[in-house]
């Protein structure tokens, strides 16, 4: 059962194609992620080592073992660099999609570049990809000192609003955003609904 939905995902504003919330009003504001992660995000969070390493077995049985080690640290279970908060500003961001979540569905995906943007919200940051046909957007709280935390929701083909996180189930986005090299970080994404068994995010800032 999840919690109720104490979160409503904020307007980028600085970027006008970023889909807007249905509700531009955050319930209850805090930096605490676990004071409005649902369950099954939680869940899906603590389990994010276990889906990456079941996906990246899957993938290489498949014959995407060249594919996996050409991107070095981004897919590297145990690698993370710590450090600072990833910086606000304009990113290239590449969706790769590891392990069939349906019998039939593809265990290795890797997408072109696409344009992302984090910015200050309040206390906290906002993540919003611009374009593609699935459009994470959402928050990113401090967590660890080598991690931050995203939720958010998933905005989907012409869809112009974003919807409230914790209101739809299948809609709902967890992630771990890691620093993996020096202009480099990834979106750890685990059992998304749709797809596959995890979804990484890269981000390089643009230069």
Known sequence: MKRPALLALLALSACSTAPRPATPVIIQHT????????????????????????ALAEARAAGHGAEIDAEGALLTPDLTLGGTPIPNGAYRCRVVKIGAKNQGGLPYVAYPAFNCRIQP????????????????????FPAEASRQVFLGTLVLGDESRAMQYGRDLDRDLAAWVERVDQRRWRMLFPRPHFESKIDVIELVPVP
């Open 31 to 54: 930096t605490d992620w676990r004071m409005v992660v649902t369950s099954d995000d939680r869940e899906r969070l603590r389990g994010w080592r276990q889906s990456l390493i079941e």
């Open 121 to 140: 919200e309040r206390a906290l940051q906002g993540f919003a990809k611009l374009d593609g046909s699935q459009r994470p957007i959402g928050l990113l």
